[in-house]
């Protein structure tokens, strides 16, 4: 079975930057990353396929965010750019060991979740 370690995460000023990182115990297909906000819905940030070739992120994100895998180390990694207190959430990484039928945007599709790091945006 596939265990998911994240760090990262912490404090940021309007308009800094943080990046968080998920590394896999075993063997993964796509990745993803989601938040959690208190009074929101989960939301889909982004994904990136097991090779790291294919990405795909929300459309809301306009450009901040970034996905990228580094399959050597079997770690995907999440850039998050320009950071406002909106961006405050709980964010978690997940992976499918297995594609069956879902959508990338959908959490379902994802067998494994991270612990969890918590972003916050001050103002």
């Known amino acids: 079975q596939v265990q998911l370690v994240q760090s990262g995460g912490g404090l940021v000023q309007a308009g800094g930057s943080l990046t968080l990182s998920c590394a896999a115990s075993?063997?993964?297909?796509?990745m993803a990353w989601f938040r959690h906000a208190p009074g929101r819905q989960r939301q889909f940030l982004a994904f990136?396929?097991?090779?790291?070739?294919?990405s795909y992120y929300a459309d809301f994100l306009k450009g901040r965010f970034t996905i990228s895998r580094d399959n050597s180390k079997n770690t995907v990694y999440l850039q998050m750019n320009s950071l406002e207190p909106e961006d405050t959430a709980f964010y978690c990484?997940?992976?499918?060991?297995?594609?069956?039928?879902?959508?990338?945007?959908?959490?379902?599709?994802?067998?494994?979740w991270g612990q969890g790091n918590q972003v916050t945006g001050s103002s």
């Open positions: 990136t396929s097991r090779s790291g070739g294919n």
């Open positions: 075993g063997r993964t297909l796509g």
């Open positions: 990484c997940a992976a499918e060991d297995s594609n069956d039928g879902a959508a990338y945007y959908n959490a379902l599709r994802y067998n494994y």
